[in-house]
């Protein structure tokens, strides 16, 4: 709830590749999204991403109640396009709190494609 309307939160590495103070090989923007390729990419394509705004997980952006959950959900279909991998398949994740492996705690949707990729996930 504090970070729900935050723009910029300290020592939030997102927030901070948003406020370009931390380079990040960018592929798409929008006004509200921003995305840009995994640091450990895992797959062919790994694209994060994010809301500009912060949000800390997928849970407190669906809450968000303004449409930033769809604009992310189409800028990561977006991103699937220009990156080729939409018609072969891709997958979207959100890592949901620490127990699913969320370890950046600004809501980010992971884009994975390129390869196949294998059910259930690890
Ligand atoms: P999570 O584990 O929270 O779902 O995903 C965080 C992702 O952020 C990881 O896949 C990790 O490789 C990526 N990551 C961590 N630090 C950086 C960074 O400084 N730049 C970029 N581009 N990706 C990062
Ligand atoms: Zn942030």
Known sequence: MAYRYSTAVTDCL???IVAKEIP???VHESDRTLAFRDINPQAPTHVLVIPKEHHSDAAALATADDGLADDVLKAAHAVAVQEGV??????V???TGAGAGQTVFHVHAHVLG?????WPPG
Not at 86 to 91: I, K, N
Not at 114 to 118: A, F, P, V
Request: with cysteine; proline share 0%.
């Open 14 to 16: 997102f927030c901070k």
């Open 24 to 26: 990040a090989d960018v």
């Open 86 to 91: 939409a018609e072969t398949g891709y997958r």
């Open 93 to 95: 994740v959100f890592n």
């Open 114 to 118: 390129g390869r196949n990729l294998t």
